[in-house]
């Protein structure tokens, strides 16, 4: 049901016993995220005026008197049309825009816009809300004023955490709350609905736990706000249902049915003055709460009642009605079906859902197989609200008996296509694997076994005989025989054919034995052979040749056949045919090498092939052994030798040669020959006729000479590179143990050479020193200091003296004034430097202090990047964060002190003197504004009367008067001639008759 509300401007009136209560309200989770929601009451679908109904968090109907919670002032529905036609069941949520609940979901929305019944509202929601600032009071209770404005802020509503109580008023009778609900420790009377214990985070609901009587203490809940908090929302199942039930609600006796269908149409609701109209959605009307209506026609129809108050004040709400064809109910036409078909499922009638009846029938499914062929008449049948039958027939047609029995069935695939004719009846069609129309082709089916079909049709009914057709493989022979055999080759096997079993024949007669010999027949001929195999009825046969090769003539004569073992590879010759090929010991192609042979005699072979036949001649070769040289010689000698004997070596009777030239006397004589240089000596001898020689090497030095030369200055630094070089001949030993002709120095020392040989020894000598490179490090690289500090550098260094930048020597220094600083060393490897700087942190800090409720003081510290704050109020600690809020409950004054301490451990300090007085009855001075321009707490007001001497002025934190005013209604829109003043925080003093105040206030765009 669709529920449409018309609201009408009216005058004001008030229904009998409608009114507004309090279904929720709650301090919130945490801080000041306080709501009140509300539920507008009244007999079911009407409408109620509230204009004027109050909300106030306590009026001292509850004891009147410091400790109950009494804010100043007090909120009320403003004479706005808005609340002149309010739904009974409607909800009104109120909140606190500057700290928002978070179960606060929903957009505001002042008007029901969105037609569901809540309207949402924050306290600034002018024109729709009113307050008044000054009363009631603690000292003043239970009294309304009625000096109203648009709220400034929730403070006029605001709930107290220890004790407070949430009240409704009706404006025609306030000597006593008309709701109320109360907590904490009240001193006066308690209202009816009251929960003892402080109220701080809790939410107090209407669950209707018993009854829907909201002064019964039984259907009230106090719970954890942050968990049971439902703004806008029914509080649970039994309190949404109360609330639908004050509600319109239009139903009817039936919702569906046959044409023509009487339907009794009621609602909840029948208040006196009110009107009530039906619109049946089919041309007719009616009125009353309770009427009836005739739906002649079918379709689905909304009812729509339409509740108007005598002052105009529409709501409305759908019934939806829907009406059928009633009576007449038509079966379908049904086809003819083969008796061979299975079953049918029978379709549906009109209407649909009815159920079939009949011979074959079950559970609406026809079985033609079951009825049999002929002509039957069914049934189709509805029930319900408009019940009916109709019948129809349907025809059964016999199937036909089809055979198929063709005469052959067993096919080779190479066999010819044969047409199929044994089909009855005739005229019917074949189908399956090869065939095509009538024909049926071995080839095209291939090997297997085939199902083959014929299918014959009469008046749509067909039956069909199938045949199962072989078709045989032609046999596949595998025979392998050689092409070419030798005339010397004898018997061979040729029956090797597979599959076995078959027959085989030699040029052209039946062969019976299972091989052939081959000298039974002459050379150069070929045999002719053939095998055949039969599988099934299909058979197949395989030639195959043979060709006799004749067998060749081949000689091998070597020119010689006698070798040194020392001799050279000899190509080989005298095989016939040429073409051949040598092999044997030694033989490397057409090559054979005696030296990789021991000495003794070796068959040589010589092969020749032609048509796949062979023959081999062979050869004797003599391998004679060579001398053996066995000779023993220095590798050197010294140019100041005498004669040197070369002579012994075995078999003897040979010559000595040196550099080619023969030696007489078999010794060298070195004063012949030039200094470092080599003479290469031969031995030659010969025996058994093979022949040796023996080369070797002698060289020919003197006594060694040496020195050292360097690749850079002997004295260096230590990153410098030197080498040392040893110049001269012989063995080199240095002293680091190397025997390299240079090494590379790395440490001061004297460095010695050695060179030897056979003919003696020298040396040299070469010191390297190497100078220490500058290094230097500090403690720290920079330091930061407070007034009257000093920091403490110490260096590190591998030299010595250490120069700071002011001319100091010594590995430390003191500094007491910030800057940047040096220190080096040096020699003759060069100089090293470090900087280093001295940051002054010299910080200070100014206490901000604002007024936000009362003597309620907010403090801060400027700037707020200090690591550490410590506050005191006439020298007691009491915070020890950037920000905090402290409640003076005296008059008198107050020392403020702050000391911040920065992450360097440096201290600022401040300290504010603040004079606490009582507070000036019905004077009110806001603590903040924002003048944004959304029409909401725009204008700085102060709210009171206007004394006799009144001044009042803004100043900024530099002191700058910004604004001035003599009058206190004055607004002041946040700008200085014409020019918006920024956001922050700005020192308000106003004199007020002999009274001075000093607060501050913020500026929030």
């Known amino acids: 049901m669709k529920r449409i509300l018309l609201a009408f401007f009216c005058l004001t009136t008030f229904l009998s016993n409608a009114q507004v209560i309090i279904n929720e309200f709650s301090n919130g989770p945490s801080g ?30 509850f004891g009147c008197a410091g400790g109950n919670g009494i804010a100043s002032g007090h909120l009320r529905f403003a004479n706005h ?32 816009a969105n037609g569901d019944g809540v309207y949402i509202l924050n306290i600034s929601a002018s024109p729709y809300l009113e307050a008044d600032i000054s009363s009631p009071t603690s000292t003043a209770c239970n009294t309304f004023g009625t000096s109203y404005a648009a709220p400034l802020n929730w403070s006029c509503i605001a709930l107290g955490n220890s004790a407070d109580a949430a009240e409704i008023v009706d404006p025609t009778n306030t000597t006593t709350a008309y709701h109320a609900i109360g907590y904490g420790s009240l001193n006066g009377p308690l209202p009816t609905i009251y929960f003892s214990g402080n109220g701080g985070g809790k939410n107090y609901s209407f669950t209707n736990t018993t009854s829907n009587d909201w002064n019964l203490l039984a259907n009230w809940t106090s719970a954890s706000a942050s968990t049971n908090d439902t703004p806008g929302l029914p ?58 209506h005739t739906y002649n026609s079918t379709g689905t129809f909304s009812a729509i009642l339409t509740v108007t108050s005598p002052l105009g004040c529409s709501v409305t709400d759908t019934v939806d009605i829907t009406v059928s064809t009633g009576g007449t109910v038509i079966a379908p036409a ?69 055979t198929f029995t063709p005469s052959n069935t067993s096919f080779c695939v190479d066999d010819n296509a044969v047409t199929l004719s044994s089909g009855f009846p005739t005229g019917g069609a074949y189908f399956g694997t090869g065939i095509s129309g009538t024909t049926f082709t071995p080839s095209v089916a291939q090997q297997g076994s085939h199902t083959i079909g014929y299918t014959y049709s ?7 005989a199938y045949a199962t057709f072989n078709v045989d493989s032609l046999p596949v022979i595998t025979w392998s025989l050689p092409d070419t055999v030798c005339e010397d080759a004898g018997q061979i096997t040729v029956a090797t054919a597979q599959p076995a079993g078959g027959d085989y024949f030699l040029n052209g007669n039946t062969l019976t034995t299972t091989s052939i010999d081959v000298s039974n027949y002459p050379a150069a001929t070929t045999l002719q052979l053939s095998y055949t195999t039969t599988n099934n009825t299909c058979s197949v046969t395989e030639n195959n040749a043979i060709y006799i090769s004749p067998i060749p003539n081949v000689q091998f004569t070597p020119t010689t056949t006698s070798f040194c073992q020392n001799q050279a590879t000899t190509p080989l010759t005298g095989g016939s045919p040429t073409g051949g090929t040598y092999f044997g010991s030694g033989v490397s192609g057409n090559n054979f090498t005696p030296s990789s042979l021991t000495p003794g005699t070796y068959s040589v072979g010589y092969s020749y092939t032609t048509g796949g036949c062979a023959d081999t001649a062979y050869a004797t070769f003599t391998i004679n052994a060579a001398p053996t040289i066995s000779w023993n010689l220095p590798d050197t000698i010294c140019d100041d030798d005498g004669a040197v004997f070369i002579g012994g070596a075995t078999p003897i009777a040979g010559n000595y040669y040196a550099n080619g030239t023969l030696l007489p006397n078999d010794s060298l004589y070195p004063h012949n020959y030039s200094t470092n240089t080599s003479i290469q000596v031969e031995y030659s001898v010969a025996q058994n006729g093979c022949s040796s020689s023996a080369t070797e090497t002698i060289y020919l030095t003197t006594s060694p000479s040496i020195t050292i030369t360097a690749s850079n200055d002997t004295i260096l630094c230590e990153q410098e590179v030197i080498a040392l070089t040893a110049n001269g001949f012989g063995n080199y030993t240095w002293s680091t143990g190397d025997h390299t002709n240079s090494i590379s120095p790395t440490q001061t020392n004297t460095y010695w050479v050695e060179a030897q040989n056979k003919c003696g020894i020298d040396s040299d000598t070469q010191t390297v020193t190497f100078i220490t490179t500058p290094s230097l490090s500090l403690n720290k690289q920079e330091a930061t200091i407070c007034p009257g500090d000093t920091a403490v550098f110490i260096a590190t260094s591998n030299l010595s003296p250490i120069v700071w930048s002011n001319g100091d020597t010594g590995n430390s220094i003191t500094i007491d004034q910030a800057g940047q600083y040096s220190v080096e060393v040096s020699n003759a490897c060069g100089m090293v430097q470090e900087d280093f700087h001295v940051y002054s942190d010299n910080p200070s800090v100014e206490i901000d202090a604002s007024v936000f409720v009362d003597n309620n003081y907010s403090f801060g510290a400027f700037p707020s990047n200090f690591s550490f704050y410590d506050w005191t109020i006439n020298t007691s600690n009491v915070s020890s964060t950037a920000y905090f809020n402290y409640s003076f409950t005296d008059e008198g004054e107050y020392w403020v002190e702050l000391t911040a301490t920065t992450e360097n451990g440096c201290i600022a300090t401040d300290s504010l003197l603040l004079t606490i007085e009582s507070e000036i009855t019905g ?58 003043c920024p956001e922050g925080v700005y020192v308000l003093r106003v004199v007020y008759g002999e009274e001075t105040i000093i607060k501050s206030i913020t500026l929030v765009r």
């Open 458 to 464: 009469n008046n749509g009914c067909a039956d069909t």
């Open 81 to 112: 049309t808005n609340w002149q036609c309010v739904p009974t069941g409607s909800l009104i949520v109120i909140y606190n825009p500057v700290e928002i609940n978070s179960s606060i979901t929903q957009s505001n929305d002042y008007t029901d």
């Open 923 to 980: 004077l009110f001075i806001p603590n903040a504004f924002t003048p944004n321009g959304d029409l909401l707490n725009d204008q700085f007001i102060i709210v009171g009367v206007q004394p006799s001497k009144f001044h009042a002025a803004v100043f900024n934190r530099w002191g700058e008067e910004i604004k001035a005013w003599t009058i206190i209604s004055e607004p002041w829109d946040g700008t200085q001639n014409g020019i918006e």
């Open 334 to 402: 049904l086809s003819d079906i083969c008796e061979s078909l299975n079953t049918y499922a029978l379709p549906n009638g009109t209407p649909i859902g009815g159920t079939w009846s009949g011979t074959g029938v079950s559970n609406n499914v026809f079985s033609p197989s079951t009825a049999g062929s002929g002509t039957y008449t069914l049934t189709y049948s509805t029930t319900g609200n408009c019940p009916g039958s109709d019948q129809t027939t349907i025809t059964v047609v016999p199937s036909p008996n089809v």
């Open 235 to 292: 509080n649970n199942t039994a309190n949404a249902n109360w609330l639908d039930s004050l509600k319109l609600n239009a139903s009817s006796d039936v919702s569906q049915g046959c044409s023509p269908l009487t339907v009794n149409f009621q609602c909840n609701s029948n208040a006196s003055g009110y009107t009530y109209s039906w619109d049946f959605d089919d041309g007719n009307t009616g009125s009353g709460a309770i009427t009836s």
């Open 32 to 61: 000041s995220q306080e709501f009140y929601e509300l539920a507008v009451v009244g007999p079911p679908g009407t409408f109620v005026d509230i204009r004027g109904w109050i909300l106030d968090d306590h009026s001292g109907y």
